[in-house]
């Protein structure tokens, strides 16, 4: 064959037919069993990166104006929060516990749980919980959606744009841009890698005890 490429072990010194491995996969010595290719880690860093991002975009997309309305010569601001609550006392409770864990405690989580796994994965640091905190992500996942409650404010800007002129505050800005990055986190983390990796990391962990 011409284009096989034979390498020999570090560890051991046995020749191996090196064939180039797909994203994600792992390549160990056959006699040994040492790591000779490692598997692509940008799944890992750009969701590690993404979720750093997401956290600290986090703060002004909640507590930062979202709209500014000017009514009766009185300024008016709303940030996501304020819209919870008035939802809340306007005896849309339902709705507004949806809207809350939706579009604030879900994203929250989901965001710090791709933190947590991707920052443990990257430093190849185990911990007897990656499992459980992979489960969570996953059904989280279904329940975040930010762009929804976009489509919300989209339709309560229209209607007040006829009242009064819009200022458009930074949360909102923060806010558009968190979407963005949540949807790039759920394309960028590669679940199989995650779960190579977890799957690595426990038995490594187990070999050392
Ligand atoms: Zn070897």
């Known amino acids: 064959m011409n284009n096989t490429s034979y390498q020999a072990c570090p560890e051991c010194d046995l020749l191996i037919d090196l064939v180039q491995p797909e994203i994600g996969e792992k390549i160990h010595c056959p006699r040994c069993g040492l790591l000779l290719l490692r598997p692509r880690k940008q799944s890992i860093e750009r969701t590690f990166a993404l979720s750093i991002a997401g956290l600290i975009l986090f703060v002004p997309a909640n507590f930062l104006p979202m709209v500014g309305i000017t009514l009766l010569g009185k300024a008016n601001s709303g940030i996501l929060m304020s819209g919870v609550i008035s939802l809340f006392n306007e005896n849309m409770w339902p709705v507004s516990i949806v809207v809350f864990l939706a579009s604030i405690l879900f994203p929250l989580l989901h965001i710090s749980l791709s933190l947590l796994i991707s920052g443990h994965l990257y430093f190849n640091r185990y911990n ?82």
């Open 128 to 209: 007897r919980n990656l499992v459980s905190w992979m489960r969570w992500m996953h059904h989280l996942d279904e329940w975040v959606m930010l762009e929804v409650y976009m489509l919300s404010i989209i339709v309560a800007c229209v209607k007040l744009m006829s009242i009064s002129p819009l200022i458009l505050g930074w949360g909102l800005y923060a806010f558009i841009t968190l979407i963005f990055i949540t949807a790039l986190l759920t394309s960028s983390l590669d679940k199989e890698l995650f779960w190579q990796h977890i799957e690595q990391l426990s038995k490594d962990n187990k070999h050392a005890s």
